[in-house]
């Protein structure tokens, strides 16, 4: 599966956007998709995920502000973002998961679409 993240740009704060994760070569239904976020000179960081029976799960740090869907007609993951704060500036991700287990690393996921620059300032 090739995924293509898109939808990020320059909010102010408290503001919303919507990032897409497109799937292509495979249904992305069959897997469990997750939202990354990196700042530079710092590793990627967890966010969210939906898994393929449709389980959502969040960081502390946005829950009750994202949320995180499935549309599979358009083969697509959405993250909707809300109440965007400036420490959410980042280049977000999203990948597909390719281990067994509850942690939430980097390395637990592979076919990592292009990133979409979100920028929200204060």
């Known amino acids: 599966v090739q995924l293509q993240a898109s939808g990020g740009g320059l909010v102010q704060s408290g503001g919303s956007l919507r990032l897409s994760c497109s799937a292509s070569?495979?249904?992305?239904?069959?897997?469990?998709i997750g939202w990354f976020r990196q700042v530079p000179g710092q590793e990627r960081e967890w966010v969210s995920q939906?898994?393929?029976?449709?389980?959502?799960s969040y960081a502390d740090f946005v829950k009750g502000r994202f949320t995180i869907s499935r549309d599979n007609a358009k083969n697509t993951v959405y993250l909707q973002m809300n109440n965007l704060k400036p420490e959410g500036t980042a280049v977000y991700y999203c990948?597909?998961?390719?281990?067994?287990?509850?942690?939430?690393?980097?390395?637990?996921?592979?076919?990592w679409g292009q990133g979409t620059q979100v920028t929200v300032s204060s």
């Open positions: 990948a597909r998961r390719f281990t067994y287990g509850s942690t939430l690393r980097a390395s637990d996921y592979r076919n």
């Open positions: 070569g495979s249904n992305v239904n069959l897997y469990t």
């Open positions: 939906i898994s393929i029976s449709g389980d959502t």
